[in-house]
Nanobody
Framework: QVHLVESGGGLVQAGGSLRLSCAAS????????MGWYRQAPGKEHEWVAT???????NYADSVKGRCTISIDNTKNTVYLQMSSLNPEDTAVYYC??????????WGQGTQVTVSS
């Protein structure tokens, strides 16, 4: 069992930056990859970025070049640094963890609101 706690969301003006954090606790030795998804009002759940425990990253085209995902294995924490934010980035951002047995865990979500 893994427990995820996100933080760092909030209200920011267009063009601004935010850093989201997600701390994992529990069976963290089984972490294979962590990532971020988001869901905007009236839209489907959207994958944002993923990082493996060894540091391999992947980004959705919608955020590539504007977001950086990183992981601190000593703290079992994943970060999403977002810059050049625009109103289309407004969403609830969810942290996701996939363990070595391909089991997936989710955080409770953190709201990001970008004002124009």
């Amino acid at each position: 069992q893994v427990h995820l706690v996100e933080s760092g969301g909030g209200l920011v003006q267009a063009g601004g930056s935010l850093r989201l954090s997600c701390a994992a606790s529990g069976l963290t030795y089984r972490i294979a990859a962590m990532g971020w998804y988001r869901q905007a009002p009236g839209k489907e759940h959207e994958w944002v970025a993923t990082i493996t425990r060894t540091g391999t990253t992947n980004y959705a085209d919608s955020v590539k070049g504007r977001c950086t995902i990183s992981i601190d294995n000593t703290k079992n924490t994943v970060y999403l640094q977002m810059s050049s934010l625009n109103p289309e980035d407004t969403a609830v951002y969810y942290c996701n963890l996939v363990d070595t047995q391909a089991l997936s865990s989710w955080g409770q979500g953190t709201q990001v609101t970008v004002s124009s």
